[in-house]
């Protein structure tokens, strides 16, 4: 397995576990009945946990681009140590990302955005060019 769809899957499931915390804090302050209801008015959640929700979202949205170029690199049979490393900060960047968002950290938080889609972009630039 190469280096890029290694960090793809470490990638997935980070964005497949980040809604755990946020969801734990819903069935915390709502119940669970309400967390896997539709209340008509839902108690807020914690501040951390709404970022941790918008930090989630983010990441998904984020997924569906890295992955693209990542499995089109794959198939494309184009792989060398500019696109291992971009998957390998991507993952970090993202886990920065995550952890700065959740906790309320912005410049941190939009500095690993910045990064991460840098990432992406020497990936597509492998890819095309």
Not at 32 to 59: F, I, Q, T
Not at 116 to 127: D, E, K, M, P, S
Request: proline share 5%; hydrophobic share 55%; net charge positive.
């Amino acid at each position: 397995m190469t280096t890029e769809l290694k960090y793809l899957a470490w990638v997935s499931v980070l964005t497949a576990l980040a809604w755990v915390p946020y969801i734990l804090n819903t069935i915390a302050v709502r119940g669970l009945m309400d967390a896997v209801g539709y209340p008509e008015n839902p108690k807020p959640l914690a501040p951390w946990a709404h970022r941790m929700k918008a930090a989630h979202y983010n990441a998904v949205e984020n997924l569906a681009v890295f992955a693209a170029l990542v499995l089109t690199a794959h198939a494309a049979g184009i792989s060398n140590a500019a696109i291992a490393g971009s998957a390998t900060v991507y993952f970090w960047a993202r886990l920065v990302h995550l952890g700065a968002y959740t906790f309320g950290i912005p410049w941190l938080r939009t500095g690993a955005f910045v990064v991460g889609f840098g990432c992406q972009l020497c990936i597509a630039w492998h890819v095309l060019a």
